[in-house]
Nanobody
Framework: QVQLVESGGGLVQPGGSLRLSCEAS????????VGWYRRQAPDTERALVARITSGGITNYVDSVKGRFTISRDNAKKMVYLQMNNLKPEDTAVYYC??????WGQGTQVTVSS
């Protein structure tokens, strides 16, 4: 069984920064592809924000390019999302994803003045 636990969400003013962390644990020997998704309204689908392969190749949704950076620490089984210059439209519940269909419980990010 695999568990993903996110942390680092919160309330921030527009233009501010947050760093999300995701720790993987359980019966997992190494991280494959990992990523961050977000759900911006209760009745909407989770949408890809950023993803990174085991080899370090990244891709981002256009709206966060240049502002968000995904990274990973394979030894610690950690995934990070550095979010800079946050905008109100970034407000969402952010979910960590691990290849194989594993999801964290989500962490709320609210960008508001």
């Amino acid at each position: 069984q695999v568990q993903l636990v996110e942390s680092g969400g919160g309330l921030v003013q527009p233009g501010g920064s947050l760093r999300l962390s995701c720790e993987a644990s359980g019966t997992i020997y190494s991280l494959g592809a990992v990523g961050w998704y977000r759900r911006q309204a209760p009745d909407t689908e989770r949408a890809l924000v950023a993803r990174i392969t085991s080899g370090g190749i990244t891709n981002y949704v256009d709206s966060v390019k240049g502002r968000f950076t995904i990274s990973r620490d394979n030894a610690k089984k950690m995934v990070y999302l550095q979010m800079n210059n946050l905008k109100p439209e970034d407000t969402a519940v952010y979910y960590c994803w691990l290849g194989g269909g594993f999801w964290g419980q989500g962490t709320q990010v609210t960008v508001s003045s």
